[in-house]
């Protein structure tokens, strides 16, 4: 009778372990449509049905970073490492988490924060010490947190160079950014070409920075109709439609700088500054109204978008002067 029962229990629970992973898999298609709200539905069931189930934790955690909400990023995510403490995938999250928090922290947060990120991102590469991420996730860390943070130069460019040994084109991409950034321009320039042999994408959205540091605005622009041609409508790159088009709006062009934003915001409908953008536009092609329209939207989705704020009431003057 025992054995009996025994067995039936052991169904039941393979029963719910197949459904649970079902239904993470289901979430994981809304979150790829971008579509958050049934995502989160989806794991808040699964998650309170069986609070041990970190993968559901860890997709909530990724469905709140997407949506910007930090502190339930965090929270969801913490919880996927407390419950699944040596999954190397759960500790990057965390990391990120933990580094864009710190992005906008007070001084008075900012060092933990710091401190917590890079230790994430370490505990990353305990587990896997060729974690892709992870050690994308440390270099980055390294070369642009300062040093009393933690931060190394010369330590983010070794493990570009790991990097490079794990994957050609992601090591390379990361390199040339910081040979970039630190004024090594032929050096970066000798890794573009590589670079967009193996990634197209990638390689020219590099040599975009490369020309901006040249100020060659012919071959800016130039190399802006071909990445468009290349990214299309790949929602992946929708923030190339934001630099697009600000870019047209610095040459004067603000009707095609309008038509690059409307895709920004097609391909990021939930993003508050693309409707900043697209307010930008029509403010610089006096068209007010409309613009008053994408600054309100931009605030609806964040009330604390300042530069929204500031706009709304640069055009509430010029309208009551004008009145």
Same mark, same amino acid.
Request: proline residues 2%; aromatic residues 12%; hydrophobic residues 40%.
């Given at each position: 009778?025992?054995?009996?029962?025994?067995?039936?229990?052991?169904?039941?629970?393979?029963?719910?372990?197949?459904?649970?992973?079902?239904?993470?898999?289901?979430?994981?298609?809304?979150?790829?449509?971008?579509?958050?709200?049934?995502?989160?539905?989806?794991?808040?069931?699964?998650?309170?049905?069986?609070?041990?189930?970190?993968?559901?934790?860890?997709?909530?955690?990724?469905?709140?970073?997407?949506?910007?909400?930090?502190?339930?990023?965090?929270?969801?995510?913490?919880?996927?490492?407390?419950?699944?403490?040596?999954?190397?995938?759960?500790?990057?999250?965390?990391?990120?988490?933990?580094?864009?928090?710190?992005?906008?922290?007070?001084?008075?947060?900012?060092?933990?924060?710091?401190?917590?990120?890079?230790?994430?991102?370490?505990?990353?590469?305990?587990?896997?010490?060729?974690?892709?991420?992870?050690?994308?996730?440390?270099?980055?860390?390294?070369?642009?947190?300062?040093?009393?943070?933690?931060?190394?130069?010369?330590?983010?460019?070794?493990?570009?160079?790991?990097?490079? $040994?794990?994957?050609? @084109?992601? =090591?390379? %991409?990361? /390199?040339?950014?910081?040979?970039?950034?630190?004024?090594?321009?032929? &050096? !970066?320039?000798?890794?573009?070409?590589?670079?967009?042999?193996?990634?197209?994408?990638?390689?020219?959205?590099?040599?975009?920075?490369?020309?901006?540091?040249?100020?060659?605005?012919?071959?800016?622009?130039?190399?802006?109709?071909?990445?468009?041609?290349?990214?299309?409508?790949?929602?992946?790159?929708?923030?190339?439609?934001?630099?697009?088009?600000?870019?047209?709006?610095?040459?004067?062009?603000?009707?095609?700088?309008?038509?690059?934003?409307?895709?920004?915001?097609?391909? $990021?409908?939930?993003? @508050?500054? =693309?409707? %900043?953008? /697209?307010?930008?536009?029509?403010?610089?092609?006096?068209?007010?109204? &409309? !613009?008053?329209?994408?600054?309100?939207?931009?605030?609806?989705?964040?009330?604390?978008?300042?530069?929204?704020?500031?706009?709304?009431?640069?055009?509430?003057?010029?309208?009551?002067?004008?009145?």
């Amino acid at each position: 009778m025992k054995k009996s029962f025994h067995l039936v229990v052991l169904i039941l629970l393979l029963f719910t372990s197949v459904l649970a992973n079902e239904s993470i898999e289901k979430a994981k298609k809304y979150m790829e449509k971008k579509e958050f709200a049934e995502a989160k539905q989806i794991l808040e069931k699964i998650i309170a049905k069986d609070e041990q189930n970190h993968e559901a934790f860890y997709n909530l955690a990724q469905v709140y970073l997407a949506e910007w909400n930090l502190d339930k990023a965090t929270e969801y995510a913490e919880r996927a490492v407390e419950i699944a403490e040596e999954t190397p995938d759960y500790h990057f999250l965390l990391g990120r988490i933990y580094g864009y928090d710190a992005r906008n922290a007070s001084i008075f947060r900012k060092p933990f924060l710091a401190k917590d990120c890079k230790n994430a991102f370490l505990r990353t590469l305990e587990l896997d010490p060729n974690h892709l991420d992870g050690n994308m996730g440390l270099a980055e860390f390294m070369f642009y947190a300062p040093g009393i943070a933690g931060g190394d130069k010369e330590e983010a460019v070794k493990l570009a160079e790991k990097v490079i $040994s794990i994957d050609e @084109a992601s =090591g390379l %991409n990361l /390199l040339i950014k910081y040979q970039l950034d630190d004024g090594k321009i032929e &050096e !970066a320039k000798k890794g573009i070409d590589r670079l967009i042999e193996l990634d197209e994408i990638r390689g020219r959205l590099r040599l975009l920075g490369y020309l901006y540091i040249e100020k060659d605005t012919t071959g800016i622009m130039n190399e802006f109709v071909t990445l468009e041609t290349l990214i299309g409508e790949n929602s992946d790159y929708f923030w190339f439609y934001n630099r697009y088009g600000n870019a047209l709006l610095k040459l004067g062009n603000p009707e095609e700088a309008l038509n690059k934003f409307k895709t920004l915001v097609k391909l $990021s409908p939930k993003l @508050a500054f =693309g409707y %900043n953008s /697209l307010g930008n536009a029509y403010f610089e092609l006096k068209n007010y109204d &409309e !613009a008053l329209k994408q600054y309100k939207k931009a605030l609806e989705i964040d009330p604390d978008f300042d530069d929204a704020e500031d706009r709304i009431d640069e055009i509430e003057d010029i309208l009551e002067n004008n009145s």
